[in-house]
Nanobody
């Protein structure tokens, strides 16, 4: 079965950086749109960043200029570089793989990011 395994979360001070990684297995990785979502306590899950199979990228407004999504199709991985972190970035971050035009949609277990002094 498809597996998405996130890593790289942790506790960081405001203004700091973290790099999240998601390793995918048992999936034709290169044809999937990969995304990072986050969910804070009491809030809905939101899309943070996504990158299509063609390399088109999108970000939610609150992270533009601070976060960078990238993918390595040779290693079946997607990364989220997060700079200038703010307390409001605190959330459980999930990796998502979605194949457009199909019902194929997979989630990782999540990695916690906490931004606090």
């Amino acid at each position: 079965q498809v597996q998405l395994v996130e890593s790289g979360g942790g506790l960081v001070q405001p203004g700091g950086s973290l790099r999240l990684s998601c390793a995918a297995s048992r999936i034709s990785f290169s044809i999937y749109t990969m995304g990072w979502y986050r969910q804070a306590p009491g809030r809905q899950r939101e899309l943070v960043a996504s990158i299509t199979s063609e390399g088109s990228i999108g970000y939610t407004d609150s992270v533009k200029g601070r976060f960078t999504i990238s993918r390595d199709n040779a290693k079946n991985t997607v990364h989220l570089q997060m700079n200038s972190l703010k307390p409001e970035d605190t959330a459980l971050y999930y990796c998502n793989a979605r194949l457009g035009g199909s019902i194929l949609n997979y989630w990782g277990q999540g990695t916690q990011v906490t931004v606090s002094s």
